[in-house]
């Protein structure tokens, strides 16, 4: 019996809506505990079954999905570290925590992180570099991303040193690194809010006076040249706790952290967790046709106590807390809940796609076949990464420069840093759980 047209094509849609629908719920349901190593696309069959796979698993150390990267404590490591100040010319001054004698500095460095029930490799300088060995990857965000490829760096010069492409004498600004041996090029894009930004008097202090942030135009100064890479490290946050007057759609929305925002500008206070929120959404979405791999790391908390930056507070801790110890604070966990629910969003966005009414029945089911191999592919490929750093950066609040990221007479605009982190120092357990994603 020839089947029904109407019928094919009724079940096609079903099937398709019927897979879209678990998809939203599978995502909404997991946005309050989100199980955060290498999930890549939101495919529901696919993370439920690893999900359940993952108890019987969970001693085995690689257990690849079974192992949250994200969730552990910091232990004791006589090994560590990995390189000193002396084996490594490409850590910046302000991070150089042995340099400018911060007090109790061995002990601070005497720890790797574990996660509960499994084991995080050791950083391996020539298998990452065989990895990445013709490829490129570009590090996206504030000067913590900065941070980061320099510590990646300084863990890759037990193999390679980099040269760097056009030096340039400048902190806040885009630098690009190349490893000649293994043809392989980093490079970190300063942008701190993500989106387009300038300050909102000609003349103004950077790091005082209020910014302009436009929250649903990406920043020209990495938008316009990232698709030529391989991978891409996306983060930034802290730059939010400035004061700042948002736009979005061409329209003043608002005002954060800025007193006297309705009398100036006429308009009202944003919350900064929902400015994060709208830059990375639309960082996320300009790389919607990115065809490498998009990792997106979370929030890393400063850890100022008896006041801020700028008044006084300092981080004189000397050793981790446990994770029973500490949480994020409230402003960094909104951040936090922000980048994850919006990287599962850009996660799952696109992927599905229902078709005109009009379409054949067989177009039809065609295009579900194609739709549920891409989504094999894209969890297969790891497009979408989330790497989640925020709780166990906040266990080291020790991990900071302080004052001891310059001598004691110099005058310099960050005069006590908790934001940044020491190289060597807790840092390079990011490009640990980074090797551990990628591979």
Known sequence: MKPNNHVVRRAASTSGLVLILLLVA???????????????????????????????????????????????????????????????????????????GKPGIESILRWRWQPHGCDLPRFDAAAFLRLVRGKSMAFVGDSVARNHMQSLMCLLAEVEHPREIEPKDCVHCTRKYHYREHDFTVCVFWTPFLVRWNLTRAGGQQF?????????????EWSRDVAGYDYVVLNGAKWFTRP???????????????????????????????????????????????RGRVVVRTVAPPHYENGKWYDGGNCLRTGPMRSNETSLPETEAAFHVAQVEEFWTASAAGRFVLMDES?????????????????????????????????????????????????????????????????PGPVDAWSEVLLHLLT
């Open 244 to 290: 700042t007057v948002l736009y979005e759609g061409g329209r003043l929305l608002g005002c954060a952290n800025l007193d006297g925002c309705e009398a100036k500008y006429n308009a009202t206070a944003v919350a900064p967790h929902y400015a994060v929120r709208a830059s990375f959404r639309t960082a996320l979405r300009a790389l919607a046709g990115f």
């Open 26 to 100: 599978f995502t909404a349901s997991n946005y309050s505990s989100l199980y955060t190593e290498q999930l890549l696309v939101g495919v529901p069959v696919i993370l439920a079954s690893s999900t359940a796979a993952a108890g019987s698993r969970a001693s085995d150390s690689n257990a690849g999905v079974a192992c949250d990267v994200a969730k552990g404590e910091w232990v004791p490591d006589p090994a560590a570290p990995y390189y000193t100040n002396a084996t490594c010319p490409l850590i910046d001054a302000r991070q150089d925590c042995m340099k400018y």
């Open 208 to 220: 005082m006076d209020p910014h302009n942030v436009y929250l649903d135009e990406p920043d020209p």
């Open 359 to 423: 379409s054949p029945p067989e177009t039809e089911v065609a295009f579900h076949a194609a739709q549920v191999e891409e989504f094999r592919a894209a969890s297969a490929a790891g497009r979408f990464v989330l790497m989640d750093v925020s709780e166990m950066m906040q266990m080291r609040g020790d991990g900071h420069p302080g004052q001891y990221g310059h001598w004691p007479h110099e005058k310099v605009g960050f005069g006590i840093d908790c934001v940044h982190w020491c190289l």
